[in-house]
Protein backbone atom coordinates (compact mmCIF):
# COMPACT_ATOMS: atom_id res chain seq x y z
CA UNK A 1 0.00 0.00 0.00
CA UNK A 2 1.55 3.62 -0.84
CA UNK A 3 2.43 5.74 1.88
CA UNK A 4 1.35 9.21 0.43
CA UNK A 5 3.17 11.11 2.63
CA UNK A 6 6.40 9.56 2.32
CA UNK A 7 5.76 10.05 -1.45
CA UNK A 8 5.20 13.53 -1.20
CA UNK A 9 7.67 14.15 1.32
CA UNK A 10 10.19 12.94 -1.33
CA UNK A 11 8.43 14.99 -4.20
CA UNK A 12 9.05 18.07 -1.90
CA UNK A 13 12.59 17.09 -1.07
CA UNK A 14 13.75 16.70 -4.84
CA UNK A 15 11.72 20.04 -5.61
CA UNK A 16 14.03 22.08 -3.08
CA UNK A 17 16.91 20.58 -4.04
CA UNK A 18 16.05 21.65 -7.50
CA UNK A 19 15.50 25.21 -5.93
CA UNK A 20 19.01 25.19 -4.39
CA UNK A 21 20.43 24.66 -7.67
CA UNK A 22 17.89 26.58 -9.15
CA UNK A 23 19.10 30.12 -7.00
CA UNK A 24 23.03 29.15 -7.48
CA UNK A 25 22.61 30.07 -10.86
CA UNK A 26 20.00 32.99 -9.95
CA UNK A 27 23.27 34.31 -7.76
CA UNK A 28 25.38 34.15 -10.50
CA UNK A 29 22.87 36.20 -12.75
CA UNK A 30 22.48 38.93 -9.91
CA UNK A 31 26.23 38.58 -10.24
CA UNK A 32 26.57 38.88 -13.60
CA UNK A 33 24.44 42.35 -13.78
CA UNK A 34 26.26 44.13 -10.58
CA UNK A 35 29.85 43.33 -10.81
CA UNK A 36 30.90 40.91 -12.49
CA UNK A 37 33.82 41.95 -15.20
CA UNK A 38 33.59 42.82 -18.40
CA UNK A 39 35.50 39.84 -19.94
CA UNK A 40 34.02 37.37 -17.49
CA UNK A 41 30.93 36.96 -19.80
CA UNK A 42 31.95 33.61 -21.58
CA UNK A 43 32.50 31.79 -18.41
CA UNK A 44 29.77 33.10 -17.21
CA UNK A 45 27.24 32.13 -19.93
CA UNK A 46 28.96 28.44 -19.74
CA UNK A 47 28.43 28.20 -15.60
CA UNK A 48 24.57 29.26 -16.20
CA UNK A 49 23.86 26.68 -18.94
CA UNK A 50 25.46 23.87 -16.97
CA UNK A 51 23.01 24.99 -14.18
CA UNK A 52 20.06 25.07 -16.16
CA UNK A 53 21.12 22.18 -17.28
CA UNK A 54 21.03 20.44 -14.24
CA UNK A 55 17.98 21.82 -13.44
CA UNK A 56 16.20 20.92 -16.47
CA UNK A 57 17.33 17.15 -15.45
CA UNK A 58 16.04 17.76 -11.78
CA UNK A 59 12.45 19.00 -13.04
CA UNK A 60 12.04 16.61 -15.94
CA UNK A 61 13.65 12.95 -14.15
CA UNK A 62 11.57 10.21 -14.24
CA UNK A 63 11.02 9.69 -10.23
CA UNK A 64 9.01 12.73 -10.91
CA UNK A 65 6.35 10.98 -12.76
CA UNK A 66 6.78 7.73 -10.71
CA UNK A 67 5.96 9.85 -7.64
CA UNK A 68 3.40 12.03 -9.27
CA UNK A 69 1.37 8.41 -10.48
CA UNK A 70 1.91 6.94 -6.82
CA UNK A 71 0.25 10.58 -5.93
CA UNK A 72 -2.80 10.48 -7.91
CA UNK A 73 -5.06 9.04 -5.72
CA UNK A 74 -4.49 10.62 -2.37
CA UNK A 75 -7.45 12.25 -1.08
CA UNK A 76 -4.90 15.15 0.47
CA UNK A 77 -4.49 16.18 -3.02
CA UNK A 78 -7.99 16.66 -3.87
CA UNK A 79 -8.49 20.13 -3.05
CA UNK A 80 -6.54 21.79 -6.05
CA UNK A 81 -5.91 25.12 -3.85
CA UNK A 82 -4.90 23.35 -1.09
CA UNK A 83 -0.67 23.28 -0.34
CA UNK A 84 -1.17 19.72 -1.32
CA UNK A 85 -3.46 19.58 -4.02
CA UNK A 86 -1.93 22.93 -6.11
CA UNK A 87 1.79 21.21 -5.68
CA UNK A 88 0.84 17.87 -7.55
CA UNK A 89 -1.13 20.07 -9.77
CA UNK A 90 0.99 22.08 -10.80
CA UNK A 91 4.44 20.20 -10.65
CA UNK A 92 2.48 17.62 -13.16
CA UNK A 93 1.44 20.69 -15.18
CA UNK A 94 5.17 21.64 -14.79
CA UNK A 95 6.85 18.39 -15.69
CA UNK A 96 4.83 17.99 -18.62
CA UNK A 97 5.87 21.24 -20.21
CA UNK A 98 9.47 20.95 -19.04
CA UNK A 99 9.58 17.09 -20.47
CA UNK A 100 8.68 19.15 -24.22
CA UNK A 101 12.09 21.15 -23.98
CA UNK A 102 14.67 19.73 -25.14
CA UNK A 103 17.55 19.90 -22.56
CA UNK A 104 20.28 21.12 -25.03
CA UNK A 105 18.02 23.98 -25.62
CA UNK A 106 17.48 24.95 -22.39
CA UNK A 107 21.31 25.21 -22.08
CA UNK A 108 21.73 27.24 -25.40
CA UNK A 109 18.87 29.36 -24.01
CA UNK A 110 20.68 30.45 -20.51
CA UNK A 111 24.20 30.76 -22.55
CA UNK A 112 22.78 33.13 -24.99
CA UNK A 113 21.19 35.11 -22.42
CA UNK A 114 24.39 35.74 -20.29
CA UNK A 115 26.11 36.56 -23.50
CA UNK A 116 23.14 38.55 -25.20
CA UNK A 117 22.77 40.85 -21.91
CA UNK A 118 26.16 41.48 -21.92
CA UNK A 119 26.20 42.31 -26.02
CA UNK A 120 23.14 44.67 -25.01
CA UNK A 121 24.42 46.80 -22.00
CA UNK A 122 27.81 47.49 -24.68
CA UNK A 123 25.66 48.43 -27.57
CA UNK A 124 23.59 50.37 -25.54
CA UNK A 125 26.43 52.20 -24.48
CA UNK A 126 27.89 52.87 -27.65
CA UNK A 127 24.48 53.47 -29.47
CA UNK A 128 25.28 50.74 -31.55
CA UNK A 129 22.32 48.33 -32.78
CA UNK A 130 24.16 46.29 -35.27
CA UNK A 131 26.57 45.40 -32.62
CA UNK A 132 23.47 43.89 -30.56
CA UNK A 133 21.54 42.53 -33.87
CA UNK A 134 23.67 39.16 -34.09
CA UNK A 135 22.96 38.02 -30.44
CA UNK A 136 18.95 39.29 -31.06
CA UNK A 137 18.88 37.46 -33.82
CA UNK A 138 20.44 34.44 -31.97
CA UNK A 139 18.14 34.76 -29.50
CA UNK A 140 14.96 35.21 -31.73
CA UNK A 141 15.62 31.80 -32.87
CA UNK A 142 16.20 30.15 -29.71
CA UNK A 143 12.79 31.70 -28.33
CA UNK A 144 10.68 30.34 -31.38
CA UNK A 145 12.42 26.82 -31.30
CA UNK A 146 11.30 27.09 -27.38
CA UNK A 147 7.70 28.21 -28.35
CA UNK A 148 6.99 25.55 -31.03
CA UNK A 149 8.11 22.71 -28.93
CA UNK A 150 5.97 24.17 -25.77
CA UNK A 151 2.41 25.28 -27.84
CA UNK A 152 -0.55 23.00 -27.13
CA UNK A 153 -2.98 22.77 -29.12
CA UNK A 154 -4.60 25.99 -30.23
CA UNK A 155 -1.77 28.10 -29.19
CA UNK A 156 0.46 29.91 -31.11
CA UNK A 157 4.34 30.18 -30.70
CA UNK A 158 4.29 33.71 -29.21
CA UNK A 159 1.47 32.23 -26.85
CA UNK A 160 3.26 29.62 -25.31
CA UNK A 161 6.20 32.01 -24.48
CA UNK A 162 3.38 34.21 -23.12
CA UNK A 163 2.28 31.12 -21.58
CA UNK A 164 5.52 31.26 -19.40
CA UNK A 165 4.68 33.99 -17.46
CA UNK A 166 1.13 34.95 -17.89
CA UNK A 167 -0.82 31.25 -17.87
CA UNK A 168 -3.14 30.69 -20.19
CA UNK A 169 -2.79 34.29 -21.44
CA UNK A 170 -4.34 34.51 -25.28
CA UNK A 171 -2.43 37.05 -27.21
CA UNK A 172 -6.22 38.35 -29.47
CA UNK A 173 -7.81 38.93 -25.62
CA UNK A 174 -4.64 40.85 -24.52
CA UNK A 175 -4.74 42.99 -27.92
CA UNK A 176 -8.77 44.04 -26.99
CA UNK A 177 -8.12 44.86 -23.80
CA UNK A 178 -5.21 47.17 -24.50
CA UNK A 179 -6.98 48.73 -27.47
CA UNK A 180 -10.25 49.22 -25.03
CA UNK A 181 -7.26 51.00 -22.49
CA UNK A 182 -5.79 53.03 -25.29
CA UNK A 183 -8.77 54.73 -25.95
CA UNK A 184 -9.41 55.74 -22.99
CA UNK A 185 -5.90 56.86 -22.43
CA UNK A 186 -6.11 58.93 -25.10
CA UNK A 187 -9.06 60.93 -24.34
CA UNK A 188 -7.19 61.53 -20.93
CA UNK A 189 -4.14 62.67 -22.84
CA UNK A 190 -6.15 64.86 -24.96
CA UNK A 191 -7.77 66.25 -21.52
CA UNK A 192 -4.15 66.99 -20.20
CA UNK A 193 -3.18 68.25 -23.18
CA UNK A 194 -5.57 70.70 -23.39
CA UNK A 195 -5.56 71.82 -20.00
CA UNK A 196 -4.63 75.41 -18.53
CA UNK A 197 -3.00 74.29 -15.75
CA UNK A 198 0.47 72.59 -16.87
CA UNK A 199 3.16 71.29 -14.03
CA UNK A 200 6.16 73.62 -13.18
CA UNK A 201 9.47 71.54 -14.55
CA UNK A 202 11.70 73.44 -12.53
CA UNK A 203 12.33 70.53 -9.39
CA UNK A 204 12.67 67.59 -12.40
CA UNK A 205 15.40 70.03 -13.63
CA UNK A 206 17.52 70.53 -11.16
CA UNK A 207 20.46 68.15 -10.02
CA UNK A 208 20.10 65.81 -7.20
CA UNK A 209 23.61 63.80 -5.71
CA UNK A 210 23.91 60.18 -6.40
CA UNK A 211 24.84 59.92 -2.55
CA UNK A 212 21.36 61.41 -1.54
CA UNK A 213 19.65 59.36 -4.03
CA UNK A 214 20.99 56.82 -2.18
CA UNK A 215 20.02 57.62 0.96
CA UNK A 216 16.21 58.45 -0.23
CA UNK A 217 16.10 55.75 -1.96
CA UNK A 218 16.94 52.43 1.00
CA UNK A 219 14.67 54.92 3.21
CA UNK A 220 11.52 54.60 1.25
CA UNK A 221 12.05 51.21 0.83
CA UNK A 222 12.51 50.33 4.50
CA UNK A 223 9.79 52.73 5.17
CA UNK A 224 6.68 51.11 2.85
CA UNK A 225 8.02 47.37 4.54
CA UNK A 226 11.14 45.95 2.90
CA UNK A 227 12.76 43.81 4.88
CA UNK A 228 16.21 44.66 4.76
CA UNK A 229 17.43 41.98 7.09
CA UNK A 230 16.10 39.50 4.15
CA UNK A 231 17.04 41.71 0.84
CA UNK A 232 19.30 44.41 -0.02
CA UNK A 233 19.42 47.31 -2.71
CA UNK A 234 22.43 47.75 -4.88
CA UNK A 235 22.80 49.09 -8.27
CA UNK A 236 22.58 48.13 -12.28
CA UNK A 237 22.21 49.47 -15.36
CA UNK A 238 18.46 48.20 -15.72
CA UNK A 239 17.01 47.77 -12.46
CA UNK A 240 15.51 44.03 -11.23
CA UNK A 241 14.78 42.23 -8.86
CA UNK A 242 15.61 38.58 -7.79
CA UNK A 243 14.84 36.12 -5.23
CA UNK A 244 18.09 34.05 -4.31
CA UNK A 245 16.22 32.03 -1.35
CA UNK A 246 13.34 32.48 1.14
CA UNK A 247 15.19 35.09 3.26
CA UNK A 248 17.60 36.84 0.42
CA UNK A 249 15.56 39.09 -2.30
CA UNK A 250 17.89 41.30 -3.97
CA UNK A 251 16.75 45.05 -5.78
CA UNK A 252 18.36 46.74 -8.00
CA UNK A 253 17.70 50.30 -9.18
CA UNK A 254 19.92 53.04 -11.00
CA UNK A 255 20.85 56.33 -9.79
CA UNK A 256 21.25 59.55 -12.63
CA UNK A 257 22.07 62.99 -11.14
CA UNK A 258 20.33 65.08 -13.62
CA UNK A 259 16.74 62.89 -13.20
CA UNK A 260 15.57 61.74 -9.75
CA UNK A 261 12.39 60.50 -10.35
CA UNK A 262 14.19 57.19 -11.93
CA UNK A 263 15.50 55.90 -8.71
CA UNK A 264 12.93 57.11 -6.56
CA UNK A 265 10.39 54.96 -8.74
CA UNK A 266 12.90 52.28 -9.89
CA UNK A 267 13.15 51.56 -6.07
CA UNK A 268 9.65 51.80 -5.33
CA UNK A 269 8.97 49.57 -8.27
CA UNK A 270 11.66 46.60 -7.10
CA UNK A 271 10.50 47.12 -3.47
CA UNK A 272 7.08 46.19 -4.39
CA UNK A 273 8.70 43.19 -6.38
CA UNK A 274 11.05 42.08 -3.07
CA UNK A 275 8.08 42.58 -0.67
CA UNK A 276 6.17 39.82 -2.88
CA UNK A 277 9.09 38.26 -2.58
CA UNK A 278 9.04 37.94 1.05
CA UNK A 279 5.62 37.57 1.35
CA UNK A 280 5.41 34.25 0.03
CA UNK A 281 5.31 31.42 2.41
CA UNK A 282 8.52 30.62 3.35
CA UNK A 283 8.92 26.97 3.98
CA UNK A 284 7.03 26.18 0.59
CA UNK A 285 9.96 28.24 -1.15
CA UNK A 286 10.57 26.50 -4.72
CA UNK A 287 7.30 24.77 -4.78
CA UNK A 288 3.95 26.07 -6.13
CA UNK A 289 2.35 27.57 -2.41
CA UNK A 290 5.45 29.38 -1.97
CA UNK A 291 5.78 30.84 -5.76
CA UNK A 292 4.38 34.12 -7.38
CA UNK A 293 0.96 33.28 -9.53
CA UNK A 294 2.56 35.16 -12.18
CA UNK A 295 4.36 38.32 -13.29
CA UNK A 296 1.12 40.13 -14.14
CA UNK A 297 0.42 39.52 -10.25
CA UNK A 298 4.16 39.85 -9.69
CA UNK A 299 4.16 43.32 -11.98
CA UNK A 300 0.50 44.52 -9.85
CA UNK A 301 2.92 44.56 -6.47
CA UNK A 302 5.07 46.52 -8.20
CA UNK A 303 3.24 49.39 -9.94
CA UNK A 304 1.36 49.35 -7.16
CA UNK A 305 3.81 50.27 -4.40
CA UNK A 306 5.44 52.50 -7.43
CA UNK A 307 2.14 54.65 -8.85
CA UNK A 308 -0.82 54.18 -6.48
CA UNK A 309 0.91 54.27 -3.13
CA UNK A 310 4.33 56.56 -4.59
CA UNK A 311 2.65 59.13 -6.87
CA UNK A 312 -0.14 59.78 -4.07
CA UNK A 313 -0.35 63.40 -2.64
CA UNK A 314 -0.76 61.79 0.38
CA UNK A 315 2.78 60.27 -0.12
CA UNK A 316 4.14 63.30 -0.48
CA UNK A 317 2.97 64.87 2.31
CA UNK A 318 4.59 62.44 4.43
CA UNK A 319 8.26 62.11 2.68
CA UNK A 320 8.53 66.34 1.85
CA UNK A 321 10.69 66.66 5.21
CA UNK A 322 12.98 64.02 4.25
CA UNK A 323 13.64 65.03 0.76
CA UNK A 324 14.06 68.69 2.35
CA UNK A 325 16.71 66.96 4.65
CA UNK A 326 18.42 65.20 2.34
CA UNK A 327 18.93 67.71 -0.83
CA UNK A 328 18.17 70.96 1.01
CA UNK A 329 15.24 71.46 -1.45
CA UNK A 330 12.26 73.77 0.29
CA UNK A 331 9.32 72.52 -2.36
CA UNK A 332 6.20 71.91 -0.42
CA UNK A 333 4.61 68.59 -0.85
CA UNK A 334 1.72 69.50 -3.46
CA UNK A 335 5.20 70.26 -5.61
CA UNK A 336 6.64 67.09 -5.20
CA UNK A 337 3.19 65.59 -6.02
CA UNK A 338 2.57 67.83 -9.25
CA UNK A 339 6.37 67.05 -10.52
CA UNK A 340 6.55 63.73 -10.44
CA UNK A 341 2.82 63.18 -11.82
CA UNK A 342 3.72 65.45 -14.99
CA UNK A 343 2.49 63.68 -17.98
CA UNK A 344 4.65 64.08 -21.30
CA UNK A 345 5.11 61.68 -24.25
CA UNK A 346 8.84 60.42 -23.23
CA UNK A 347 11.34 58.07 -24.90
CA UNK A 348 12.11 55.75 -21.90
CA UNK A 349 9.37 53.20 -20.92
CA UNK A 350 10.80 53.19 -17.23
CA UNK A 351 10.80 56.82 -17.15
CA UNK A 352 7.47 57.52 -18.75
CA UNK A 353 4.40 58.87 -17.00
CA UNK A 354 1.41 56.67 -15.86
CA UNK A 355 -0.71 58.23 -18.45
CA UNK A 356 1.73 56.88 -21.32
CA UNK A 357 3.31 53.93 -19.94
CA UNK A 358 0.76 51.71 -20.99
CA UNK A 359 1.36 53.02 -25.13
CA UNK A 360 5.14 51.98 -24.57
CA UNK A 361 4.27 48.16 -23.80
CA UNK A 362 1.86 48.48 -26.43
CA UNK A 363 4.16 48.91 -29.03
CA UNK A 364 6.51 46.40 -27.62
CA UNK A 365 4.16 44.05 -27.84
CA UNK A 366 3.10 44.65 -31.27
CA UNK A 367 6.57 43.92 -32.03
CA UNK A 368 7.65 41.23 -30.07
CA UNK A 369 4.47 39.63 -31.50
CA UNK A 370 5.67 40.10 -35.50
CA UNK A 371 9.58 39.27 -34.58
CA UNK A 372 8.45 35.84 -33.06
CA UNK A 373 6.15 35.58 -36.67
CA UNK A 374 8.74 36.40 -38.69
CA UNK A 375 6.83 39.26 -39.95
CA UNK A 376 9.17 41.51 -38.75
CA UNK A 377 13.01 41.24 -39.53
CA UNK A 378 15.84 42.60 -37.28
CA UNK A 379 16.95 44.87 -40.25
CA UNK A 380 13.90 46.42 -40.13
CA UNK A 381 13.12 46.64 -36.54
CA UNK A 382 15.10 50.08 -35.52
CA UNK A 383 12.90 51.98 -38.02
CA UNK A 384 9.16 50.39 -37.55
CA UNK A 385 10.29 51.11 -33.46
CA UNK A 386 10.91 54.92 -34.29
CA UNK A 387 7.31 55.29 -36.83
CA UNK A 388 5.64 53.57 -34.05
CA UNK A 389 6.98 55.59 -31.38
CA UNK A 390 6.30 58.44 -33.45
CA UNK A 391 2.44 57.20 -34.13
CA UNK A 392 1.42 55.84 -30.79
CA UNK A 393 3.22 57.80 -28.14
CA UNK A 394 4.13 61.14 -30.50
CA UNK A 395 8.04 60.92 -30.52
CA UNK A 396 10.24 60.12 -32.37
CA UNK A 397 13.60 58.59 -30.72
CA UNK A 398 17.42 60.45 -32.01
CA UNK A 399 19.40 57.34 -31.21
CA UNK A 400 18.77 53.35 -31.06
CA UNK A 401 20.31 53.47 -27.57
CA UNK A 402 16.84 55.87 -26.60
CA UNK A 403 15.25 53.52 -28.65
CA UNK A 404 14.73 49.85 -29.41
CA UNK A 405 18.27 49.50 -27.30
CA UNK A 406 16.50 50.77 -24.51
CA UNK A 407 14.82 47.88 -22.87
CA UNK A 408 16.83 44.64 -21.38
CA UNK A 409 14.18 41.71 -22.29
CA UNK A 410 14.93 40.96 -25.58
CA UNK A 411 18.68 40.53 -24.93
CA UNK A 412 17.56 38.03 -21.97
CA UNK A 413 14.42 36.10 -24.13
CA UNK A 414 12.01 37.52 -22.12
CA UNK A 415 9.60 37.28 -25.32
CA UNK A 416 6.13 37.70 -23.90
CA UNK A 417 7.02 39.47 -20.64
CA UNK A 418 6.30 43.02 -21.66
CA UNK A 419 2.36 42.29 -21.58
CA UNK A 420 2.57 41.81 -17.73
CA UNK A 421 3.38 45.36 -17.14
CA UNK A 422 -0.10 46.43 -17.86
CA UNK A 423 -1.81 43.88 -16.53
CA UNK A 424 0.32 44.56 -13.41
CA UNK A 425 -1.11 48.27 -13.87
CA UNK A 426 -4.71 46.85 -14.10
CA UNK A 427 -4.72 44.24 -11.46
CA UNK A 428 -2.74 46.70 -9.05
CA UNK A 429 -5.21 49.44 -9.36
CA UNK A 430 -7.87 47.23 -8.92
CA UNK A 431 -6.57 45.28 -5.55
CA UNK A 432 -5.40 48.72 -4.44
CA UNK A 433 -9.28 49.87 -4.56
CA UNK A 434 -10.07 47.25 -2.86
CA UNK A 435 -7.77 47.72 -0.19
CA UNK A 436 -8.94 51.18 -0.09
CA UNK A 437 -12.49 50.26 0.71
CA UNK A 438 -11.47 46.99 2.95
CA UNK A 439 -9.13 49.24 5.00
CA UNK A 440 -11.13 52.73 5.31
CA UNK A 441 -8.86 55.73 5.18
CA UNK A 442 -5.81 54.39 3.52
CA UNK A 443 -5.32 58.06 2.25
CA UNK A 444 -4.81 58.99 5.44
CA UNK A 445 -2.60 56.27 6.54
CA UNK A 446 -0.37 56.91 3.67
CA UNK A 447 0.01 60.64 4.73
CA UNK A 448 0.86 59.17 8.17
CA UNK A 449 3.34 56.70 7.11
CA UNK A 450 1.33 53.79 8.25
CA UNK A 451 2.19 51.47 5.28
CA UNK A 452 1.66 48.16 7.63
CA UNK A 453 -1.88 47.97 6.60
CA UNK A 454 -1.80 48.16 3.05
CA UNK A 455 1.08 45.43 3.42
CA UNK A 456 -0.91 43.27 5.96
CA UNK A 457 -3.85 43.73 3.36
CA UNK A 458 -2.04 42.38 0.31
CA UNK A 459 -0.18 39.75 2.16
CA UNK A 460 -3.52 37.84 3.56
CA UNK A 461 -4.90 38.24 0.09
CA UNK A 462 -2.14 37.65 -2.31
CA UNK A 463 1.32 36.79 -1.21
CA UNK A 464 -0.35 34.21 1.09
CA UNK A 465 -2.02 32.53 -1.73
CA UNK A 466 1.49 31.74 -3.74
CA UNK A 467 0.49 29.79 -6.72
CA UNK A 468 -2.59 27.98 -5.57
CA UNK A 469 -4.68 30.37 -7.39
CA UNK A 470 -4.33 31.45 -11.02
CA UNK A 471 -4.17 35.35 -11.75
CA UNK A 472 -7.98 35.48 -12.66
CA UNK A 473 -8.93 33.60 -9.62
CA UNK A 474 -6.80 35.93 -7.25
CA UNK A 475 -8.21 39.26 -8.85
CA UNK A 476 -11.74 37.56 -8.39
CA UNK A 477 -10.96 36.33 -5.00
CA UNK A 478 -9.72 39.64 -3.62
CA UNK A 479 -11.87 41.62 -4.81
CA UNK A 480 -15.30 40.15 -5.64
CA UNK A 481 -15.02 40.89 -9.40
CA UNK A 482 -12.98 40.22 -12.83
CA UNK A 483 -10.17 42.29 -14.07
CA UNK A 484 -11.35 45.70 -14.98
CA UNK A 485 -9.73 48.29 -16.62
CA UNK A 486 -12.22 50.64 -15.08
CA UNK A 487 -9.86 51.09 -11.54
CA UNK A 488 -6.74 52.11 -13.35
CA UNK A 489 -8.71 54.80 -15.47
CA UNK A 490 -10.42 55.88 -12.75
CA UNK A 491 -7.59 56.18 -10.24
CA UNK A 492 -5.48 57.64 -13.35
CA UNK A 493 -8.65 60.27 -13.62
CA UNK A 494 -8.69 61.29 -9.81
CA UNK A 495 -4.88 61.62 -9.09
CA UNK A 496 -4.62 63.48 -12.01
CA UNK A 497 -7.67 65.85 -11.79
CA UNK A 498 -5.04 67.44 -8.85
CA UNK A 499 -3.01 68.25 -11.16
CA UNK A 500 -4.57 69.15 -14.66
CA UNK A 501 -7.74 70.12 -15.55
CA UNK A 502 -9.53 66.58 -16.23
CA UNK A 503 -12.68 65.09 -15.17
CA UNK A 504 -12.57 63.28 -11.84
CA UNK A 505 -14.79 60.13 -11.77
CA UNK A 506 -17.62 59.67 -9.62
CA UNK A 507 -16.62 56.43 -8.18
CA UNK A 508 -13.07 55.38 -7.88
CA UNK A 509 -13.95 51.28 -8.45
CA UNK A 510 -16.63 48.71 -8.57
CA UNK A 511 -14.42 46.67 -6.69
CA UNK A 512 -15.70 44.78 -3.26
CA UNK A 513 -13.62 43.33 -0.81
Not at 215 to 222: H, V
Not at 311 to 320: D, G, I, K, L, V
Not at 341 to 364: F, G, K
Request: proline share 5%; charged share 25%.
Amino acid sequence: MTNHGEVFQALRDHLHKTSLVSSAAELLGWDERTGMPPEGGEFRAEQVAYLSGLVHDMQTGPEIATWLDQLSDWSEADDPHSNIGATVRLVRKDYEKQKRLPKSLVEAIASATVRGQGCWDAARKADDYRQFQPALDEMISLQRQAGECLAEEGQTTYEALLDQYEPDAKADQLSSVFASLRGELVKLLDEIQGSARQVDETLLKKQYSVDGQWQISRNLAEAIGFDFNRGRLDETSHPFCTALGPSDCRILTRYDSSWLPGSIFGTLHEAGHGMYEQGLPQDWYGLPPGTYASLGIHESQSRLWENLVGRSAEFWQCFTPLMQETFGEKATPEQWHASFNRVTPSLIRVEADEATYNLHIIVRFELEQALIAGELSTDDLPGVWNERYESVIGVRPPSDADGVLQDVHWSAGLFGYFPTYTLGNLIGAQLYAAAEESLGDLSGMIARGEFQPLLDWLRKHVHAHGRKFSADELVQNATGAPLSAEPLVASLRERYSLVYDVKSPAVSSNATS
